[in-house]
């Protein structure tokens, strides 16, 4: 069973933290990872992906990939009571069996306070 | 550019019936996704293709079923409604493998 595990938080940060959202996979031949926010009654939008080990940047978002620990996390730096939403971990296998399988996790809801 | 279309937005079924969620696309995408959302819940995959006239389960296909016949549409079928079924769908589309994929607005689904 491939399993995509998030804590659902809340996960609680001030303005101008670091808020840092962890995500563990289950399934070795996940090649593609990805981080969507999705706010309250709309549908999710892309933050971030990734698809080798180390870290990635893009503003203040950062994704860091560790696939031998079968980890990826998303750090947003600067948290802005924007961001809060819920945060999304997904995860693809892009060849052999089950090719094209995007799996989600349940999501971190992130609420960033004034 | 209309991106991906679901309709309707809101349906109402009665235990028993049959509807189709319709789905389409415009940015000639390759692979395209069908999900359910249930409350404080992330997405479960239903179905999914990777190309027209190819299909394949996802982790929740019971009581669905889909057909690709062209690059554009994937209809999602719900043959007897049951309340379980009740849920947000949503579908959605990407270039290929590992690429962003893009949302439809959902389509919010109570059986009764």
């Known amino acids: 069973q491939k399993e995509v595990e998030q804590n659902s938080g809340p996960l609680s940060v001030p303005e101008g933290a670091i808020a840092s959202l962890n995500c563990t996979y289950s399934?070795?031949?996940?090649?593609?990872f990805f981080w969507y926010r999705q706010y309250s009654g709309k549908s999710p939008e892309l933050i971030m992906f990734i698809y080798s080990n180390g870290d990635k940047e893009d503003g203040r978002f950062t994704a860091q990939l560790n696939k031998a620990s079968q980890y990826v996390s998303l750090l947003i730096r600067d948290s802005q009571p924007s961001d809060s939403a819920t945060y999304l971990c997904?995860?693809?296998?892009?060849?052999?069996?089950?090719?094209?399988?995007?799996?989600f996790g349940k999501g971190t809801k992130l609420s960033v306070k004034p | 550019n209309a991106g991906v279309t679901q309709t309707p937005k809101f349906r109402i079924l009665k235990i028993g019936q049959s509807m189709t969620l319709q789905c389409t696309q415009d940015?000639?995408?390759?692979?395209m996704y069908w999900y359910r959302q249930d409350p404080g819940m992330g997405l479960k995959l239903i179905y999914y293709s990777v190309g027209a006239g190819i299909t394949d389960k996802g982790e929740v296909p019971n009581g669905y079923n889909v057909s690709r016949s062209t690059t554009e549409d994937f209809p999602l079928r719900l043959e007897l409604a049951a309340p379980s079924q009740t849920s947000v769908y949503f579908c959605a589309s990407s270039y290929e493998g590992g690429t962003e994929a893009f949302f439809g607005q959902g389509t919010r689904l109570t059986v009764v």
């Open positions: 399934d070795r031949g996940s090649q593609s």
């Open positions: 997904a995860v693809m296998r892009n060849y052999g069996g089950s090719q094209g399988n995007l799996i």
């Open positions: 940015m000639n995408h390759n692979y």
